[in-house]
């Protein structure tokens, strides 16, 4: 139970911190072009809504499957390769992402959809930098082999209808 409530405060913690940047962009709308167009509005909602649910769903395998939370320095500290990890390895951070940019788009700022953006550049760098290294390192062959089935970004249906081969097996 107490992992459940440190994964809600540190997602929630997480939440604040982007829409606390999509704030302090949104007054370089006007510098980059004005509001985007109208048609965008009902896309952005729909990726908001996708991608917020995408990241609920995450957090929640963090906590049920892998025992953590989605912050780093309270990580899972078992392997997670089920629920949307099946599908991409990066699932959070394409939730996360998709909701910002589904905000930007919504209220029709292209300041919040270049910080999407930005925000899913300097994720890549962090996750090639520090996570796959360190999940290589916690993890090693289950996570080699993961990642040979699982695409980092774009998602992709599992090989067998159970998902990527169980990463635990020798």
């Known amino acids: 139970m107490f992992v ?3 994964a809600a405060v540190y997602a929630s913690g997480f ?3 982007w829409g606390w940047l999509a704030v302090a962009v949104r007054p370089f709308d006007a510098e980059l072009g004005g ?8 896309f952005g909602a729909a990726l908001m809504l996708a991608g917020g649910a995408l990241a609920v769903w995450c ?15 309270d990580a899972p500290r078992r392997f997670v390769a089920v629920g ?13 992402f998709s909701l910002l940019g589904g905000v930007g788009l919504w209220v029709r700022s292209p300041a919040i959809a270049l910080l999407a953006a930005a925000g899913l550049g300097c994720a890549h760098a962090f996750v090639l930098l520090y ?3 360190a999940l290589a390192r916690a993890f090693g062959a ?3 082999r993961y990642c040979h089935q699982v695409h980092r970004w774009i998602p992709r249906r599992p090989a ?8 635990a097996a020798p």
């Open 131 to 133: 996570e796959e290294p």
């Open 15 to 17: 939440v604040l911190l």
């Open 84 to 96: 949307p990890y099946r599908w991409v390895r990066n699932p959070m951070y394409v939730g996360g």
């Open 4 to 6: 459940a409530v440190r």
């Open 142 to 144: 289950a996570y080699e």
């Open 35 to 42: 509001p985007l167009h109208p048609w965008l509005v009902g």
């Open 160 to 167: 067998s209808p159970d998902g990527p081969r169980d990463p």
């Open 59 to 73: 957090v929640a395998v963090f906590v049920t499957a892998g025992g953590g939370t989605p912050a780093p320095f």
